[in-house]
Nanobody, 125 residues
């Protein structure tokens, strides 16, 4: 599966952005999808994940209450709605896909076999 992330940009603190990740192929619902981010000089970190059916989601503690992950299997797209953005949310955001993942491993990057190219999110103070 090929992934194309979009929707990043520059926003002031307190603002919102919605990231999209479009996937190729006809079996999108088989894939669990994740969002990760990497800030300059920092390690990649988990942000959010959603199972293929959309019924199970997981969010990093740092974004709970502010970010929401959802998916539209009819459009082969997963979304990350980001509200109340903070300067510390500044990073390149990547989407990723996995055919086989369980709840306890959804936050682990190497469990995902497919990665998109990333989209830059910059939050100004």
């Amino acid at each position: 599966v090929q992934l194309q992330a979009s929707g990043g940009g520059l926003v002031q603190a307190g603002g919102s952005l919605r990231l999209s990740c479009a996937a190729s192929g006809r079996t999108f619902s088989r894939y669990s999808m994740g969002w990760f981010r990497q800030a300059p000089e920092k390690e990649r970190e988990f942000v959010a994940a959603i199972k293929g059916s959309g019924g199970t989601t997981r969010l990093a503690d740092s974004v709970k209450g502010r970010f929401t992950i959802s998916r539209d299997n009819g459009k082969n797209t997963v979304y990350l709605q980001m509200n109340s953005l903070k300067p510390e949310d500044t990073a390149v955001y990547f989407c990723a896909a996995s055919e086989s993942i369980i709840l306890s491993t959804m936050a682990i990057g190497h469990q995902y076999a497919y990665w998109g190219q990333g989209t830059q999110v910059t939050v100004s103070a």
